[in-house]
């Protein structure tokens, strides 16, 4: 999953930013990141879930996405097998 991330990452995410600057030559993924010297996307993105781990720390008790993060959902859900639409 990580590689896929990186993929798009260096190849759209130069691409896109910094067109003018880019020449149409062979590159290697290292070589576009140290062209532009973007943060690592995967650090990116764990730092993002650790930003929204401290949120739910801190909400109200009574927020759905607390009870839903401490595992205390509201009401039941029926038994069996779904009904046909």
């Not at 839903?68 to 959902?73: A, K, L, Q, S």
């Amino acid at each position: 999953m990580e590689s896929i991330i990186f993929q798009i990452h260096d190849t759209c995410g130069a691409v896109l930013d910094n067109i003018e600057t880019l020449r149409w030559t062979s590159r290697t993924n290292r070589e576009l990141r140290e062209m532009n010297k973007r943060e690592n996307i995967v650090k990116w993105i764990k730092g993002q879930r650790m930003s929204w781990l401290g949120h739910l720390e801190r909400i109200e008790e009574d927020r759905m996405q607390k009870k839903i993060f401490t595992g205390e959902p509201e009401g039941t859900r029926r038994r069996g097998k779904p009904r046909k639409r």
